[in-house]
């Protein structure tokens, strides 16, 4: 099963961490990660990270850090899970106290809970992902005084996260791949195509609002194909699937077209937010 809201956006914030961390010299492997949110979409984004080669990251939900002495994280439960696979460090308390000296924020929880003074505290050229929407989990602005990327969930702020870039693109090379399954190496394939539209060379701009696209426009796109390649790889699709499921050479150039136009939406992944001047007016 494809889930837009949980593999969707696994796939784009994996993509858009990529970039970032290229931007600040860091690799997924050193870097410290801070997650607020232990739902659907934290849990799937939290996964792939791991899978990725991320190994110090530190989950809070409400009540604080998800660690395995919480009284009411229940054996066998979701959150029992996240406490065993995560927090190599064994950290315990609050989010702000956990956020002090990470080099990464992800937030896929609720608005406002995080200020600048928060993000101070984070390790320098530090990557602020605040996901949650309508209103991030911290003020772009803010944190952007501090934070050396900065993205936010939201189409009126520079770096927009949004699993637009993902779905229907990677669903669609699935589909014409005929795939059966869908696990963490087409997950990862997609991701690293997506980043991978963005080129070392390309000028640090500041995107104010980027061109949105029809979703049908994004059938066949770079992170479709790369899925699908991985699923006919790995056999969970066929090598030559039917031919009334692939799309038409029109749409091929339209797609790629629409990929490189989608990635930019999170161009910054590339970009440096400092200073503050990503906001559209």
């Known amino acids: 099963m494809f889930h837009d809201d949980q593999h969707g956006t696994a796939i784009v914030a994996l993509a858009a961490l990529t970039n970032a961390l290229r931007v600040v010299g860091k690799q997924a492997a050193d870097v410290r990660i801070v997650m607020s949110g232990a739902g659907a979409a934290g849990t799937a984004i939290l996964d792939l990270f791991l899978y990725a080669g991320a190994r110090d990251v530190v989950v809070c939900d409400v009540h604080g850090v998800v660690e395995p002495s919480r009284p009411d994280i229940e054996p066998g439960s979701a959150l029992a899970r996240v406490a065993a ?34 993000i101070a505290t984070m390790a320098d050229d530090s990557i602020v992902f605040a996901m949650a929407n309508p209103d991030p989990e911290v003020d772009p602005v803010a944190a952007a005084e501090h934070a050396a990327v900065v993205a936010t969930g939201r189409s009126d702020f520079a770096n927009q996260i949004n699993n637009v870039l993902a779905f229907p693109g990677v669903f669609r090379g699935l589909l014409d791949a005929q795939s059966t399954t869908v ?36 059938e066949g796109g770079g992170g479709g194909r790369a899925a699908g390649r991985r699923a006919v790889r790995s056999g969970q699709a066929p090598a030559r699937p039917a031919r009334r499921h692939r799309a038409g050479r029109g749409r091929r150039g339209a797609g790629r077209r629409a990929h490189r136009a989608g990635a930019r939406l999170l161009i910054r992944g590339l970009l440096r937010t400092r200073p503050a001047r990503h906001v559209r007016a």
């Open 183 to 218: 696990d963490a190496e087409v997950l990862l394939a997609a991701a690293r195509a997506l980043a991978a539209t963005v080129k070392d060379d390309e000028p640090e701009r500041d995107l104010h609002r980027a061109e949105r696209l029809p979703p049908r426009r994004h």
């Open 85 to 118: 696979i995560t927090n190599p460090r064994g950290v315990t308390g609050t989010l702000r106290g956990a956020l002090a000296g990470a080099d990464v924020f992800l937030g896929v929880s609720a608005p406002g809970i995080l200020d600048g003074a928060d």
